[in-house]
C-alpha cells in the first residue's frame, strides 16, 4: 500500500504542493513506498517561522521535560520497531534484520538524549576574585535547519533531531526525498509523544528545499550529512550567513589485515563492513590492505564468502544483502568499477550485474572487489558508496598503516591484528575518527563522540556529549553577590 506523503509544519500534517515526490522499492521499483507532492519554498518560510514562534517557550521548558517528551517518542519507535523496519528495508533496500536494527537504534538515540537532563548542564570554576564564581551555562543556538541522507532513515534523523531538541532547539528538517515514509514515522513518534506544535516541522522535497533551508535568514545552525560536495556547499553558505554548520561527509575507509590477525574474525568482519547496508554507509569499509604473508589465503576466502552471500530482497529473511538507492546509484557504482578495470583494476568477483529477472529488475550491484596494482586509481580515492572494496597489498604493517593513511579523507578505519603493539600504533598513526581494533569500520554508540578527521567532517561532532557543542552555545557567567553586610 502506498503512503501519501505528508508535510509537518506548525503542528499541522498537511499535504504539499510542488512537484511530485516518490519513494520506490528499489528491489523492486514499480512498487511506490509513498508518495505525493513535495514542499514548495513558502513551505520553508512557513515552517522556519512556526520553529521561531515556538522557540522561546521550549528553551525555557526544564531539559527534563523535554527529555521526557524524547523517552516518551523512544517507546513509541521501539513499540514499531518491526513494523517500521520492514517499511525502511522496502523503502531504502538495507535487509529487515538492518532495518528492524536502525529502528530500535533510534529508539536507543531518543532515550540517550532523553536522560540528557540527568548529567552535567555545564562547568564551575574559581574566580581571581573574592566572593566570585565562574560557571559556564549552555544555550540552545535557536532554530536548526537538518539535512538527512537516505542511508540511515531513521537513525541519523535521530542522532540530530534528538540532541538539538533536548538541548532546547527547535527544528525544520528536509530528509532525503527517496526516503520519506521513515520521516514521517520518526516525526510521528514525537508528535504522538506530545511534541507541541512548532518545535520540530517536517519538509519533504527535493534538493530545492534543502537549499531555502540552508539559506533561510531565520535558521541559526545548519546540520547535514551526506556527500562531501553538498555538505561543503552548505558549509560555505552557513559561513557567509555566520551560522555555525556540522557537516558530516565522505569516506574512504581502510580495514587493514596484518599477518597476525585472527583470519576467521577479519574476514567476517571486512564483509560485514564493506557489505552490510550494500556499501551505503559513509563508515563502510571500501578499502582493504592486507599483508603479503597472508594476502592469497585472505582474499580467496574473501571472495568465496561475497560470493556465496545471499543478494535479493532486502524484506526476505534470508537475504544478507539488498539493492542500492536508485538507479542513478546503481549507474554511478558500475561506472566506478568499469574504471577501475580501466586504471589497472583485477575485478575479483563481482562487477557484472544480474541476469535473473528477478535482481535485474532492481537496482542490484553485486559484491564486487578489485585488486589494485597501483593506489592511484580512482576507486581507491574516491567514495562510490555501493558494495565495492578495493583492494592493495602491503608489505608489512608500516607500510599497510601508510596507505591507510593515503586519503583525503579520515572518517573511519579497522584494523585487524592480534598484537597489542601494532594496535597502539594503529591508534598513532591511522588518522581518522574513529578506529576499530578487531571490528569492522561501521557502527558508533550513541554515548561516545562521532565524526571524521580531516576532510571527513566539519565542525563539532555527533552524539554523546560531543552533540552540545555543537547544539549549544556555552555563556560565561562572572557570578558576585553584593557587598555582605551592606
Ligand atoms: C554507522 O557506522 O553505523 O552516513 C553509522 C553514515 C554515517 C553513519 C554511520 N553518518 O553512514
Redesign the pocket.
Known amino acids: 500500500m502506498t503512503a501519501d506523503i505528508r508535510h509537518l509544519i506548525a503542528g499541522q500534517w498537511s499535504a504539499g504542493s510542488g512537484e511530485p515526490v516518490r519513494s520506490v522499492n528499489p528491489a523492486r521499483p514499480h512498487v511506490v513506498v509513498a508518495e505525493g507532492p513535495g514542499a514548495v519554498a513558502a513551505d520553508v518560510d512557513e515552517a522556519v517561522a512556526a520553529a521561531t514562534e515556538a522557540a522561546a517557550a521550549w528553551a525555557a521548558t526544564p531539559i527534563h521535560q523535554r527529555g521526557a517528551l524524547l523517552l516518551a517518542a523512544s517507546d513509541v519507535v521501539a513499540a514499531h520497531a518491526r513494523e517500521w523496519g520492514r517499511e525502511l528495508a522496502a523503502e531504502e533496500g538495507k535487509t529487515l534484520a538492518e532495518g528492524i536494527g536502525e529502528v530500535q537504534r533510534a529508539a536507543q538515540i531518543l532515550r540517550y538524549y532523553g536522560n540528557e537532563g540527568d548529567r552535567q548542564a555545564g562547568e564551575l570554576f574559581a574566580s581571581p576574585r573574592a566572593g566570585e564564581r565562574i560557571l559556564v551555562t549552555r544555550k540552545p543556538i535557536g532554530v536548526v535547519g537538518v539535512i538527512t541522507?537516505f542511508?540511515?532513515p531513521i537513525a541519523?534523523p535521530a542522532w540530530k533531531i534528538a540532541p538539538a531538541l533536548v538541548y532546547g532547539n527547535t527544528v525544520v528538517w528536509k530528509p532525503a526525498g527517496t526516503v520519506p515514509l521513515l520521516a514521517m514515522r520518526l516525526a510521528e513518534a514525537l508528535t504522538t509523544a506530545g511534541l507541541p506544535a512548532g518545535v520540530l516541522n517536517l519538509l519533504v522535497g527535493g534538493p530545492d528545499i534543502g537549499d531555502a533551508i540552508v539559506g533561510h535568514p531565520g535558521v541559526d545552525g545548519l546540520t547535514f550529512?551526506g556527500s562531501t560536495g553538498i555538505g561543503r556547499r552548505i558549509a560555505a553558505t552557513g559561513a557567509a550567513r555566520g551560522v555555525p554548520v556540522q557537516a558530516?561527509m565522505g569516506g574512504k575507509n581502510a580495514a587493514v589485515v596484518l599477518d597476525d590477525a585472527d583470519i576467521d574474525l577479519a574476514l567476517e568482519q571486512v564483509m560485514l563492513g564493506a557489505f552490510r547496508s550494500t556499501g551505503q554507509?559513509?563508515?563502510a569499509t571500501s578499502r582493504l590492505i592486507v599483508t603479503s604473508g597472508i594476502a592469497d589465503r585472505f582474499l580467496e576466502s574473501l571472495c568465496d564468502r561475497a560470493q556465496r552471500l545471499l543478494v535479493g530482497d532486502p524484506t526476505d529473511d534470508a537475504t544478507q544483502m539488498g539493492p542500492v538507492i536508485s538507479a542513478a546509484a546503481q549507474q554511478s557504482i558500475s561506472a566506478g568499477i568499469a574504471t577501475a578495470a580501466t586504471q589497472g583494476g583485477s575485478v575479483l568477483t563481482g562487477g557484472q550485474p544480474y541476469a535473473d529477472s528477478a535482481r535485474a529488475e532492481g537496482y542490484f550491484v553485486a559484491p564486487t572487489i578489485v585488486e589494485l596494482d597501483s593506489v592511484t586509481a580512482d576507486v581507491w580515492t574516491e567514495e562510490l558508496f555501493g558494495p565495492v572494496l578495493a583492494v592493495a597489498r602491503a608489505a608489512d604493517a608500516e607500510d599497510a598503516f601508510a596507505l591507510a593513511g593515503d586519503s583525503e579523507f579520515g572518517l573511519s578505519a579497522a584494523v585487524f591484528t592480534q598484537d597489542l603493539t601494532r594496535a597502539l600504533q594503529a591508534v598513532e598513526q591511522i588518522d581518522v575518527g574513529v578506529l576499530h581494533v578487531n571490528s569492522e569500520s561501521?557502527?558508533?554508540d550513541p554515548h561516545v563522540p562521532f565524526g571524521g578527521a580531516k576532510k571527513s567532517g566539519l565542525g563539532p561532532k555527533e552524539q554523546g556529549g560531543a552533540a552540545r557543542e555543537f547544539f549549544t552555545h556555552t555563556t560565561t557567567v562572572y557570578l558576585r553577590g553584593g557587598r555582605a553586610g551592606a
Open positions: 541522507p542511508n540511515f541519523i550529512t558530516e554507509k559513509c563508515t561501521a557502527g558508533a
